[in-house]
């Protein structure tokens, strides 16, 4: 019988791996090559490749709806009706938001005990373009919000299963979905046995390049469908803190300030009162954002240095993120010519906590930013975190910060065919392969995948399972909404 994680995590060792619940292993020097194939080898014994295939929610245990419920006591009463309404736009978007109730599912599924550092949450359009320190283009996860170690497979599955979903919003049909899904797994698989020969170093500097994603879709797409590639590459570059600048300020009596937009981005006067409570707000500011500097490298605390705040809003994001503290602060050289956005996003406990264990981080923000640090082809130069009770309720909470634009951009999902959207699936798997690589036994998780087509067939049958049953789940939270039981702001 294949063993759930439910069953292991709490176990010195994780048959047949060396991994404690959900630790990553640092001893993997100590291993020889020959070792840790033979672990990966033996995982097929305890988890044969073919148990991924299945999937079926067990009688009795907690509804989504419950879940999504819990989460929202933690989230800003008055912004969660708006993340139902997002949530409800359709299946896909509805997936985007459970990232909850799909670990919880995956917490019963087979796992063979071999620990990555995991997104948590790597659905499609958590990948995406941003700038490199070097200013160079780079794809890669761009979400951490939920990651911690945890097993390799949830991250797939997740990636996966958030194709098919895709697919089916998209009209593909059941073939063409089969085709998109299976590729990924393939790709995934064939990416880890790629780094698996790979030195430690050149694993580490493996990286997806405009030029990779470049020849990835042209090879593959019509003369159309190429040229929007390049369209969406060359928009990412002007995608910084000038064009959000442009976008979200402007002068009001005589000031440089965020524009409001409720209940979207509420600058700090639409939510404390006139200018001089604003002011001595600002004033109790300082100290909080050198806990903030505090954790950047010194050579970027001298660039920060340069720059003065000049105003920050409460801004909502995403779909999943809606509810949770973010803000945008606005800050200006001296001369108030040159901004920069910084984004203030909340951490919470990462859903994989409840069934992989918390991990050695006591600051959620730490934990996001040294997953994204470790998964990440190349992370912001102002990524870092800090812990403050100035954010209007007099109780800590933990965030993360980093640019709020930085060549950010993320290709269209929704509007993608079958070609496009195998391409993007096949570029995403292979990404999550190197993220993976990085921390975990890429030769004990190369050889379990092995060479056959086995595992990606598996993983095309769950991903069809779980997308019914993600279905069921969003006819079920519009059913909620119906009745009254959750409020769903549309069109927010």
Request: glycine content about 6%; aromatic content about 8%; some cysteine.
């Amino acid at each position: 019988m294949a063993v759930t994680y439910s069953e292991v995590r709490d176990e010195e060792v994780v048959a047949p791996g060396r991994v404690r619940g959900g630790r990553l292993d640092r001893h993997l020097g100590s291993l020889s090559a020959k070792e840790r194939v033979a672990m990966g080898k033996a995982a097929r014994k305890v988890v044969p490749r073919e148990a991924h295939a299945s999937f079926e929610r067990q009688a009795g245990r907690t509804e989504p709806l419950e879940l999504l419920e819990r989460q929202a006591l933690t989230r800003l009463s008055e912004l969660v009706p708006i993340r139902y309404g997002r949530m409800l736009v359709s299946p896909f978007a509805y997936f985007r938001g459970a990232a909850l109730p799909m670990a919880d599912d995956l917490s019963l599924t087979p796992t063979t005990g071999l620990v990555v550092q995991a997104c948590g949450d790597a659905h499609l359009s958590n990948f995406g373009i941003f700038a490199s320190p070097e200013r160079k283009l780079l794809f890669s996860l761009n979400d951490f919000d939920e990651t911690l170690p945890g097993p390799w497979e949830w991250d797939v599955k997740r990636l996966t299963a958030s194709l098919e979903v895709a697919a089916r919003d998209n009209g593909l049909s059941k073939k063409q979905r089969r085709r998109v899904v299976i590729s990924a797994a393939r790709v995934y698989r064939e990416a880890m046995a790629d780094f698996a020969t790979m030195t430690n170093l050149e694993v580490w500097y493996a990286r997806a390049d405009d030029a990779m994603v470049r020849s990835m879709f042209k090879s593959r797409l019509d003369a159309e469908g190429a040229k929007a590639i390049d369209k969406g590459l060359a928009k990412a570059q002007t995608r910084d803190s000038m064009q959000a600048f442009s976008k979200l300020c402007g002068i009001i009596d005589g000031k440089l300030r965020i524009i409001a937009d409720p209940p979207l981005v509420m600058p700090l006067s639409h939510l404390i009162g006139e200018e001089p409570v604003v002011a001595t707000y600002f004033d109790r500011l300082p100290p909080e954002i050198d806990k903030y500097v505090a954790t950047l490298t010194p050579e970027r605390r001298v660039l920060f240095s340069r720059y003065s705040l000049a105003d920050m809003a409460r801004k909502v994001v995403g779909v999943g993120s809606v509810g949770t503290r973010c803000w945008i602060l606005l800050f200006t050289d001296h001369d108030g010519d040159e901004p920069l956005f910084l984004q203030l996003k909340e951490a919470l406990p990462s859903v994989l906590e409840s069934y992989t264990g918390r991990g050695d981080y006591t600051n959620e923000g730490h934990r996001v930013v040294d997953g994204q640090r470790m998964m990440q082809s190349a992370s912001d130069i102002f990524l870092g975190h800090l812990r403050t009770d100035q954010v209007g309720d007099n109780q800590n909470h933990d965030f993360y910060v980093r640019q709020l634009r930085d060549w950010k951009y993320s290709l269209d999902v929704e509007q993608m065919g079958t070609d496009a959207l195998e391409v993007y699936g096949e570029l995403c798997a292979w990404t999550l392969a190197r993220a993976h690589a990085r921390s975990g036994d890429s030769l004990a998780i190369a050889a379990y995948l092995g060479k056959s087509a086995v595992f990606d067939e598996a993983i095309g049958e769950f991903a069809s399972a779980y997308a019914d049953q993600n279905e069921r789940d969003y006819d079920a939270l519009a059913l909620a909404a119906a009745k009254g039981r959750v409020v769903a702001f549309s069109n927010l």
